[in-house]
């Protein structure tokens, strides 16, 4: 299993630095992605997880003010990076074309993208799901190779379940991952979207799931123990 934290904009340098302590205490034989705010990441040792970031520039080195580049994350020994989340999308008015610059960028710097797609409510009711998803992928992903595309991790996070305690039924859940496997059939597919240590147990019936992206979860070490100890057994 693949279990990718998304601190998001929290966490004070003292603060990350605690949790971080409490993190490398975390006793699991699955893939610890930790994706600090960008400033951690300069702080992270590492030791019980791999180092990712929750975005990436649009643009290589140059004259970009505020920005961080595929090469800037790498020298910081990032290996994965979340591209496209939802909050991006909206607050940033991120599009699919800034998206696949992004992908490309990271790839060539062998980062492994997270690549983030879903659905908003009124979507959802509105019987939009396939056509939005599938044009999130077909857009962020044209022309990239087979070989790289191969490459990257798809988080399925309908935007209604994000922070909202909501999550869809396994159906929806495996109707939407056997969607995005006509497109890419051996990929790793995550669940993102109030993931917590009270749903797993219904959850982990989804056999499909190869493995959370998580946000509250990610800041509650000891939380994230029981979730990661309950999807086991
Ligand atoms: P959540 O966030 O687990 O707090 O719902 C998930 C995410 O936004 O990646």
Not at 110 to 137: A, M, S, Y
Request: overall charge negative; some cysteine; proline content about 3%.
């Amino acid at each position: 299993m693949i279990i990718a934290l998304n601190n998001k904009c929290n966490l004070t340098k003292e603060e990350f630095i605690n949790y971080e302590k409490e993190l490398n205490n975390i006793n699991t034989t699955d893939r610890l992605i930790l994706c600090p705010s960008p400033l951690n990441i300069a702080l992270a040792t590492s030791s019980n997880y791999s180092l990712g970031s929750q975005n990436v520039s649009k643009n290589d080195n140059g004259a970009h003010t505020g920005e961080v580049s595929a090469k800037q994350l790498k020298s910081f020994n990032v290996k994965y990076t979340i591209v496209g989340h939802s909050e991006r999308r909206q607050e940033l008015l991120e599009t699919n074309e800034d998206i696949n610059k992004k992908l490309k960028l990271l790839l060539e710097e062998d980062i492994i993208p997270i690549l983030c797609i879903g659905e908003t409510k009124e979507e959802r009711e509105q019987n939009l799901v396939e056509k939005v998803l599938l044009t999130e992928l077909n857009e962020a992903l044209s022309n990239i190779s087979e070989e790289n595309k191969q490459k990257i991790i798809i988080a399925y996070e309908p935007i209604w379940s994000i922070g909202t305690g909501l999550i869809p039924s396994n159906d929806q859940i495996e109707e939407v991952f056997n969607l995005i496997k006509t497109l890419l059939p051996t990929n790793k597919i995550l669940y993102g979207g109030s993931a917590n240590e009270n749903n797993i147990d219904e959850l982990k019936k989804c056999s499909v799931i190869d493995g959370y992206l998580l946000g509250g979860l990610s800041l509650k070490p000891k939380n994230l123990q029981n979730f990661i100890n309950k999807n086991k057994i």
